[in-house]
């Protein structure tokens, strides 16, 4: 059972370039989500879906994209990367306490 | 909209001793409360969660927190601690109702155990 899986894990990206982070789960959960993390800032939620075809904004959803055509994966989308999106970026499943992939450690130069 | 305030940036504490993270929130609604540990270079993993019940949650690696709605807080405590604790802390809220997959997050609290 590998829970939530992310790749790849380290990426790096000229400004401008687009790119998919992908993530899938094996738990059947209806409920993900992808977060972004800062140093200082904690999680930020920016984009989440409760169910395949269905998606929607979170906290920071600007300069990313999503779709859920599966419950099994949710890749986030990244249109012309920026220097603002360095971050390390996780998937979340499940609701009520979700379960995290182990990163993407993206940056942009 | 809901606010978590993590009080500590830093705690270093010796091995051994006892060790309490503190964390207020700030919700209009009834809450779940979620904190979830990080290790060096790895993902988040949930060490214990309060969704309704008894106020005193016990959680993973001997962890345990109290649930205090008074004080909107829900500190983090462990009685001896071990240099394997050495991680980031990070403590979380979620709305009890529909929306309880989507987390807002404290900015973290770093725990270093000294030997």
Redesign the interface.
């Known amino acids: 059972n590998a829970g939530v899986t992310q790749t790849p894990k380290f990426q790096v990206l000229k400004t401008g370039q687009s790119m998919t982070l992908q993530c899938a789960q094996d738990m059947n959960h209806e409920y993900m989500s992808w977060y972004r993390q800062d140093p200082g800032m904690g999680l930020r939620l920016i984009h989440y879906s409760v169910g395949a075809g269905i998606t929607d904004q979170g906290e920071v959803p600007n300069g990313y994209n999503v779709s859920r055509s599966t419950t099994e994966d949710f890749p986030l989308r990244l249109l012309s990367a920026a220097p603002s999106q360095t971050s390390v970026y996780f998937c979340a499943s499940g609701d009520a306490g979700p379960t995290f992939g182990s990163g993407t450690r993206l940056t942009v130069v | 909209a809901q606010s978590?305030t993590q009080l500590d940036?830093q705690v270093p504490v010796f091995e051994e001793a006892p060790v309490e993270l503190r964390c207020n929130y700030s919700s209009s609604v009834s809450v779940?409360l979620?904190w979830?540990v990080q290790y060096p270079n790895?993902?988040?993993?949930?060490l214990l969660?309060y969704?309704s019940g008894s106020t005193l949650v016990k959680g993973i690696n001997g962890f345990e927190a109290e649930f205090n709605k008074s004080q909107t807080s829900f500190h983090l405590r462990k009685p001896s601690v071990h240099i394997s604790d050495t991680a980031e802390y990070?403590c979380?809220v979620?709305d009890s109702g529909g929306s309880?997959?989507?987390?807002?997050?404290?900015?973290?609290t770093l725990l270093t155990v000294n030997p």
Not at chain 2, 42 to 46: A, E, N
């Open positions: 978590v940036s779940y979620f979830y790895q993902g988040l993993q949930l969660k969704l990070f979380a979620s309880n997959y989507k987390l807002t997050f404290g900015k973290g």
